[in-house]
């Protein structure tokens, strides 16, 4: 390839790494133009974007959703909307770094166990996190040391990866290794539902929606696993091929009629069995009217 030389005239910006690296051939055309434009000036409005690239304003939001998602943009609600733009910009200098690090040893520590948690050579964007999850996500380094290990184990060991999950944690308030065990604990919990569920439908992989709704069964409806389990069997006896909505029907219908533990599904079970056979005696004692003995002339008089 014959060498192209690069020459910066006018107003310049700066483009994420991984805009390149992981998403170019992930994005559309529009996604592409859409984030150019954030970057170049991240005050534009979604209705200024629309214009600019003549779309409506319902297909610039999908495609800002696209960035959103993967942490390229961050959408910051003040009273213009502006999108701020989110990603590594090391504000430290070498010498601040080096002041900070000498003050903490736990953090110095941290760093220095990075190699080894990751399975890789730390970067500048590496020690950055651990100094920003501190100072600017107040985590203490302990929990700082804890959410590395969790990353690694999950095999988010990119930087922005690392960033992302300790957002999540930051808006969860997860500020202690008691409260993100609990989380690590119930996400575990998610996975291997998700896994079963996976299985029983004989799908390879779910999409969003069908997490987000599997999700609700627990996080809305209060349902345990067991419940769960036990609407995918009875899913499987009532239809041949199941799918998570006919699943959900079954459960709604449930918290509906009061079910919440296995054991309210035994009472209600048998609530309808009893009925059905306290009306089969009871036609069968000759208590029912047999309203077709009747004639019509009697029918009129009552």
């Excluded at 805009?19 to 992930?26: M, P, R």
């Excluded at 119930?186 to 299985?199: D, N, R, Y």
């Excluded at 987000?212 to 069997?233: P, Y």
């Excluded at 041949?240 to 959900?248: D, Q």
Aim: charged fraction near 30%; include cysteine.
């Amino acid at each position: 390839m014959a060498e192209v030389n690069c020459i910066l005239g006018g107003r310049n910006f700066l483009v994420p790494c991984n805009v390149v690296e992981q998403y170019l051939s992930e994005c559309s055309e529009y996604q592409l133009k859409l984030l150019l434009l954030v970057l170049e000036n991240p005050k534009l409005t979604e209705e200024e974007l629309a214009e600019r690239l003549s779309l409506t304003v319902q297909e610039v939001e999908v495609d800002l959703k696209f960035w959103l998602a993967r942490g390229v943009l961050e959408k910051k609600e003040e009273k213009h909307e502006e999108i701020k733009t989110e990603f590594f910009n090391l504000k430290l200098t070498t010498k601040e770094l080096t002041q900070i690090l000498n003050e903490s040893k736990e953090l110095k520590f941290i760093i220095e166990q990075l190699s080894a948690i990751l399975g890789r050579l730390p970067n500048q964007f590496d020690m950055l996190n651990v100094i920003d999850f501190n100072l600017n996500l107040d985590m203490q380094p302990e929990l700082i040391l804890y959410l590395l290990k969790y990353c690694a184990t999950i095999g988010k060991k990119s930087a922005q990866a690392i960033k992302n999950q300790a957002k999540i944690w930051f808006e969860l308030n997860i500020n202690s290794l008691e409260s993100a065990e609990e989380y690590i604990k119930k996400a575990h919990k998610a996975g291997e539902l998700q896994a079963f569920i996976k299985t029983e439908l004989n799908i390879k992989a779910l999409t969003s929606a069908q997490m987000a709704v599997i999700e609700s069964w627990q996080t809305d409806l209060g349902f345990g696993e067991e419940l769960i389990k036990k609407a995918c069997a009875l899913a499987k006896l009532q239809k041949e091929r199941v799918n998570v909505h006919y699943i959900n029907g079954i459960l709604n219908n449930w918290y509906k009629d009061g079910v919440r533990t296995l054991k309210d599904l035994d009472i209600k079970k048998n609530t309808a069995k009893n009925l059905k056979t306290s009306r089969a005696r009871f036609k069968s004692n000759g208590n029912e009217p047999e309203f077709s003995s009747l004639s019509q002339e009697d029918i009129n008089r009552l």
